[in-house]
């Protein structure tokens, strides 16, 4: 009953997450969940877990899959910080290190969980417009802030900043935290893990539900300097001690080290990014330049929620965004070459009549 509610609850418009149907034969192109699967190596290692061993904690800080991300990437162990997924992360990097009295600063176009948490922790936040190309300008953001925070490539329009762009507002904004969300940062970004030596107020959210095809698992990490990494950790500490499972940490190990099928997965995505892109700029799509897993699309002449209606009545779900700027456009997960060119015969069919 809602006069239980606090008022903070009853206040609150939650997060929509993309639809996850429970029907078997849709093809979901939309929530940027990975094609190829994870490793098989991850398979047996989550196997190697189904034991009695169950019945026991987690080790609280998941000491070894830090250690294994922080050799991957150069780092001590004390930068790493893990959740429950990146959005556990960012919630945590939200209440602990962006509510300031100056507001929070991040794009009118991006992702759509930044203002939820803004209001769950009633943090003040000013959207900054994007340019008309709906790319990111570094400029707008060198203004008295409590905090920054952009994915990069952003999201839903797949924009890439150039990492010399992002050390430039570095240095001119010292006095509060810069967040790069990199969840797809891995499918043609540079990331910004190499600015963190000399820049003790960034951190960097990464994920493997992406790149690393395990959305399922829910498993992301932060990269930052041992200062805001041990405030984070305060934050978690006093929310949840494991919010990383045994099956969880053994899989994220294993994803790590098997370098090799998560760059060859990497490349294919990014391989069939580029094919979609030309074969959806042929049926008259005008496609924003995308370094991630998805593609933003524009029809010259047929409506975005006509076409998304018409694809779900073929099993086909993409995503459209109810939201000023945007209703226009779709965003549509890269897939397989099978399933992009279901995609395109679909589509095609739909245009002509
Ligand atoms: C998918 C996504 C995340 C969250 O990923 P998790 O599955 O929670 O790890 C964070 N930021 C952006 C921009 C995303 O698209």
């Given at each position: 009953m809602e006069k239980y509610w606090s008022?903070?609850?009853?206040?609150?418009?939650?997060?929509?997450?993309?639809?996850?149907?429970?029907?078997?034969?849709?093809?979901?192109?939309?929530?940027?969940?990975?094609?190829?699967?994870?490793?098989?190596?991850?398979?047996?290692?989550?196997?190697?877990q189904l034991g009695n061993q169950l019945r026991l904690y987690p080790p609280p800080n998941a000491d070894l899959l830090k250690q294994a991300i922080a050799d991957y990437y150069g780092l001590k162990d004390s930068q790493i910080f893990?959740?429950?997924?990146?959005?556990?992360i960012l919630a945590h990097v939200f209440n602990g290190l962006l509510k300031k009295a100056l507001?929070?600063?991040?794009?009118?176009?991006?992702?759509?969980?930044?203002?939820?948490?803004?209001?769950?922790?009633?943090?003040?936040?000013k959207e900054i417009p994007l340019k008309d190309?709906?790319?990111?300008?570094?400029?707008?953001y060198e203004v008295p802030n409590g905090g920054i925070i952009f994915p990069n490539p952003n999201a839903p329009t797949g924009r890439l900043l150039a990492i010399g762009e992002i050390e430039h507002l570095l240095k001119a904004n010292r006095n509060s935290v810069v967040v790069i969300d990199e969840a797809y940062v891995d499918f043609g970004g540079q990331s910004s893990i190499g600015l963190l030596t000399d820049n003790p107020n960034l951190i960097v959210t990464q994920t493997m539900s992406k790149s690393r095809s395990m959305?399922?698992?829910?498993?992301?990490?932060?990269?930052?300097?041992?200062?805001?990494?041990?405030?984070?950790?305060?934050?978690?500490?006093?929310?949840?001690?494991?919010?990383?499972?045994?099956?969880?940490?053994?899989?994220?190990?294993?994803?790590?080290?098997?370098?090799?099928?998560?760059?060859?997965?990497?490349?294919?995505?990014i391989h069939n990014r580029a094919k979609l892109t030309i074969k959806l700029e042929e049926l008259g799509f005008s496609v924003v330049p995308s370094a991630g897993n998805f593609v933003l699309v524009r029809h010259f002449r047929a409506s975005a929620l006509k076409i998304y209606g018409q694809l779900k009545n073929n099993g086909?779900?993409?995503?459209?965004?109810?939201?000023?700027?945007?209703?226009?456009?779709?965003?549509?997960?890269?897939?397989?070459?099978?399933?992009?060119?279901?995609?395109?015969?679909?589509?095609?069919?739909?245009?002509?009549?």
């Open positions: 008022d903070l609850v009853k206040q609150l418009r939650p997060y929509e997450p993309g639809e996850q149907p429970c029907m078997d034969g849709v093809l979901k192109l939309n929530t940027n969940e990975n094609p190829f699967g994870p490793s098989p190596k991850v398979l047996s290692a989550i196997e190697a893990l959740g429950n997924g990146s959005d556990e507001p929070l600063l991040f794009p009118d176009i991006t992702y759509s969980f930044y203002p939820v948490f803004c209001q769950l922790y009633d943090i003040d936040f190309d709906l790319s990111i300008d570094l400029a707008d959305a399922g698992m829910r498993i992301g990490f932060a990269l930052g300097s041992a200062d805001l990494i041990k405030g984070l950790e305060r934050v978690k500490n006093s929310f949840n001690s494991y919010p990383l499972g045994h099956l969880q940490i053994a899989a994220g190990i294993s994803a790590i080290e098997d370098s090799d099928h998560f760059k060859d997965t990497c490349q294919r995505v086909i779900l993409v995503r459209h965004f109810n939201k000023q700027r945007l209703d226009n456009f779709l965003r549509i997960t890269v897939g397989t070459t099978e399933q992009n060119d279901q995609l395109v015969a679909t589509l095609a069919d739909i245009l002509r009549s």
